[in-house]
């Protein structure tokens, strides 16, 4: 049985940084692309970043570029989301999830979804 499980979500000023972890199992870790996803209240699922499957290629939705950064460690098959510059329009619930295709950004390309992990990001 597959799992994700998210954790590292906090309440933060702005101008602050978290950082959010994912823990993989019953999966081949190493072979899937991972991202994250955030949720904002009354908002769809929007994507954030995804990495493929040996770290070496990322993408980043244009509102976090060049503020958050993915990464994963696939021996330990996790993944991280470092988040800096936490502005408040960042709050949201953070989901990772995980695709046997890299590069996608649509939620419906992803099979596997953990359940969340709450930002929130002060004025």
């Known amino acids: 049985q597959v799992q994700l499980v998210e954790s590292g979500g906090g309440l933060v000023q702005a101008g602050g940084s978290l950082r959010l972890s994912c823990a993989a199992s019953?999966?081949?870790?190493?072979?899937?692309?991972m991202a994250w996803f955030r949720q904002a209240p009354g908002k769809e699922r929007e994507f954030v970043s995804t990495?493929?499957?040996?770290?070496?290629?990322?993408y980043y939705a244009d509102s976090v570029k060049g503020r958050f950064t993915i990464s994963r460690d696939n021996a330990e098959k996790m993944v991280y989301l470092q988040m800096n510059s936490l502005k408040p329009e960042d709050t949201a619930v953070y989901y990772c999830?995980?695709?046997?295709?890299?590069?996608?950004?649509?939620?419906?390309?992803?099979?596997?979804w953990g359940q969340g992990t709450t930002v929130t990001v002060s004025s």
């Open positions: 999830a995980a695709s046997y295709q890299s590069g996608l950004t649509r939620v419906s390309s992803y099979a596997y």
């Open positions: 990495v493929n499957w040996s770290g070496g290629i990322t």
């Open positions: 019953g999966l081949p870790f190493s072979t899937y692309s």
